[in-house]
């Protein structure tokens, strides 16, 4: 009998999905914007959230090698504790330390653990739905995330720029612990696995399984990936780096606060992402992975109109209007990418490799972001004055690397299948 989508274990992790995502998107906006506003830095800014993505490269393998060795339901919920410990203990060193070495090794902490916790809410799909529902489900959990991600900014925004950076640190700490106190009732099925050799030589000898997969069993994983990198490096990290920066540093935005309408701005990627991930769930059986390449060639061209808008208006509100338009497009054709890729990796992966699997797809698509952000960083620092030739040059890299890329994608069978739907 083919299991539910929305069985009450699946439930129970959207639920606790919603509250965790949104508490996590309110303190990854909070602490940079504070360190942006406190140095009015992009340089500083750049480096210390370059360093905090590092953790989260490193520990997704091992959350992936955990969530197929343990029960996932138990890595969820000692995480979120773990998450609501670390962001009560910033609160009580604020002030009494250096508040950029605080922000560094408090945001490693988090990306570190967010890396460690992905793995295994992906991982749990195959186990609590039918492979039919896979790129339903997966749907789902992108358009929590974006939902989340949506409220999140947009509410610590205006309460930050309200009330400081302490509420928002509060309401994120009592998200964190409700939501581990929800998935202790979650049910995953779980097999547990010996560690031959050793917890060490078990994790070495997963990890490598994971690589040969990716490698020799499905070869065009490995291009993909190598594409998104480009595409991270390029795009990605000039979105996380320069929007910030744009919005509360360099725009002339009148009496308006500069904090909430950035919160508004990251409210509208959010957005885009939501839109996106309904839309993946509607056109699941229409989406080709072949024409992928065209999706991640729209991403970028949504960057153009933002840098020129730049050189053409001088009105900063003008600006900020377009890059809110722009922004939420390219968050559609962005999340609608994501679901297509990992839809395809959870339907044809083994389900003992599809923690490893996916950890390892997380891991290296994350790798060029700890470099793109210190490098824009960098840029933004030294082209003051000239911030849409950085943008612009950003997007046309990024674009040449998405249109070379089509020749990757068109290599799948044009028959392959997401969660058992048929191509078309």
């Known amino acids: 009998m083919d299991k539910k989508l ?51 490269v490193l520990l997704s393998p091992i959350g ?46 988090l990306y570190g653990i967010a890396g460690a916790y992905q793995p295994s809410v992906q991982a749990s799909i195959p186990a609590l739905t039918a492979k039919e529902h896979f790129m339903a489900a997966n749907s789902i959990i992108n358009m929590i995330s974006s939902f989340s991600s ?46 031959d050799g050793g917890i060490w030589k078990t994790a070495i000898r997963d990890f490598t399984e994971s690589i040969r997969f990716i490698h020799k069993g499905k070869p065009v994983i490995g291009k993909v990936l190598f594409v998104i990198c480009g595409i991270n490096l390029f795009l990605s990290s000039m979105i996380n780096v320069g929007m910030p920066y744009m919005v509360t540093e360099v725009l002339d935005l009148g009496t308006m606060q500069a904090d909430k309408l950035y919160g508004f701005l990251e409210g509208a990627l959010a957005a885009g992402g939501l839109a996106g991930g309904i839309c993946a769930g509607i056109f699941a059986g229409r989406m080709e992975i072949k024409k992928a390449g065209k999706l991640a060639a729209a991403c970028t061209l949504w960057v153009f109109p933002m840098g020129s808008a730049l050189i053409l208006f001088s009105s900063g509100m003008m600006n900020y209007i377009v890059m809110i338009v722009c922004c939420f497009m390219l968050m559609i054709c962005s999340t609608m990418f994501t679901v297509q890729m990992m839809s395809f990796v959870q339907a044809e992966t083994p389900q003992n490799l599809i ?29 003051r004055g000239f911030e849409a030739a950085v943008i612009l040059a950003g997007g046309g890299v990024s674009l040449l690397i998405a249109v070379s890329a089509e020749g990757i994608f068109r290599e799948i069978d044009g028959k392959e299948s997401f969660g058992g739907i048929p191509q078309e």
């Open 6 to 56: 929305f069985s009450k274990d699946f439930t129970l992790v959207v639920v606790g999905q919603i509250i965790s995502l949104f508490g996590n998107a309110a303190v990854r906006f909070a602490l940079p914007l504070y360190l942006l506003n406190q140095t009015g830095s992009p340089a500083l800014y750049g480096t210390v959230t370059a360093c905090a993505i590092i953790p989260a």
């Open 64 to 109: 992936g090698i955990a969530a197929d060795r343990v029960n996932k339901r138990n890595i969820m919920v000692l995480l979120d504790f773990f998450t609501a410990i670390v962001i009560v203990i910033f609160s009580l060193l604020l002030g009494r330390v250096s508040l950029p070495l605080l922000l560094t090794v408090t945001l490693m902490l």
């Open 150 to 195: 949506m409220l999140g900014p947009v509410l610590g925004g205006i309460l930050y720029s309200t009330y400081g950076l302490t509420p928002v640190l509060w309401v994120c700490i009592v998200c964190f612990f409700f939501s581990a106190v929800m998935e202790l009732f979650i049910e995953i099925p779980f097999e547990r696995r010996a560690y």
């Open 355 to 383: 923690g490893k699997v996916i950890a390892v797809i997380l891991t290296v698509s994350m790798c060029a972001q700890p470099l793109g952000n210190a490098m824009y960083g960098v840029l933004f620092e030294l082209c």
